[in-house]
């Protein structure tokens, strides 16, 4: 596989460009295998973005119903027309998926889908939030990111990898960790290891009431990580000091507690107490 895709890259005169991020994986049974833990079947529509030179599209394409790939690089549609000959239920889009409006796009899809993705570094949060804060029809998300952002996306409260982004993630589900992808994989080899992260938006999330409270509490939370929360309370939305502690103390929160040290339901808790203050 890695010979031929090289082959193809070359006859095609392709270029990779860094602004994009583009590094490739061409293993066969690595591919294979994270389609198969990402959970592709063939009753499941997938959306793939970044598809690359279509290595991992056509893996998905030979376990799932139907694969959507987006592409932002046009130079790659010459590599793609021979890498995914013959492959029929495969639709390559050539787009800037953040740049797509979700409830349009679902619309137009119609059904319930996947994100199976190697996604390109410089686009992994947006992209991950765009679908954590505006997707409906979407099931899960099985994204290839930095092994160091893969931590924080699954990391849990009080740990050195806990930040805002964990936190809002909970709003719909839990990361887990499904497979760690050496940098060696890649062609060409980047300068950091990565890991497959799944996150299941049909189970788990927590309960609130205000989704955007939710999100600007925990943004607060962490707006320095030096600082306690009550300090961050103060600071994000203009509380007295008073009325900081009297959130915390509603929540049953340690007046000196640091906003890493609390947990997707503490922060819906915060959100709902600080509710009486925030117009």
Do not use: W
């Amino acid at each position: 596989m890695e010979e031929k895709v090289s082959e193809v890259l070359k006859q095609t005169g392709f270029a990779f460009k860094k602004q994009f991020g583009q590094n490739f994986i061409t293993d066969k049974n690595l591919l294979a295998d994270i389609v198969e833990k990402s959970g592709v079947n063939k009753s499941l529509t997938v959306v793939e973005i970044g598809c690359g030179a279509g290595t991992l599209t056509r893996a998905i394409a030979e376990r799932a119903k139907r694969v959507i790939a987006f592409e932002i690089d046009t130079k790659l549609k010459p590599v793609l027309e021979k890498t995914l000959a013959g492959v029929d239920n495969a639709e390559v889009v050539f787009k800037d998926f953040t740049k797509v409006r979700m409830d349009l796009f679902e619309e137009e899809l119609g059904e319930d889908y996947a994100v199976v993705a190697n996604l390109p570094y410089y686009i992994t949060t947006p992209l991950i939030m765009q679908f954590i804060e505006h997707s409906k029809r979407c099931v899960s998300l099985s994204v290839m990111v930095q092994e160091e952002v893969a931590k924080r996306l699954c990391a849990e409260p009080n740990t050195p990898d806990y930040g805002a982004i964990t936190a809002v993630i909970a709003l719909r589900g839990k990361g887990k960790i499904i497979k760690s992808v050496p940098r060696k994989m890649f062609y060409p080899v980047p300068n950091v290891d990565s890991a497959v992260v799944q996150i299941n938006l049909t189970q788990g999330g927590v309960d609130v009431e205000d989704c955007e409270l939710y999100k600007k509490s925990v943004h607060a939370a962490f707006l320095s990580r030096r600082k306690t929360l009550e300090n961050n309370l103060v600071n994000a939305f203009k509380l007295s000091r008073e009325q900081a502690k009297g959130v915390l103390n509603e929540c049953l929160i340690d007046e000196k507690a640091r906003g890493e040290t609390l947990s997707p339901v503490q922060f819906a808790s915060l959100a709902k107490a600080l509710s009486k203050y925030i117009k």
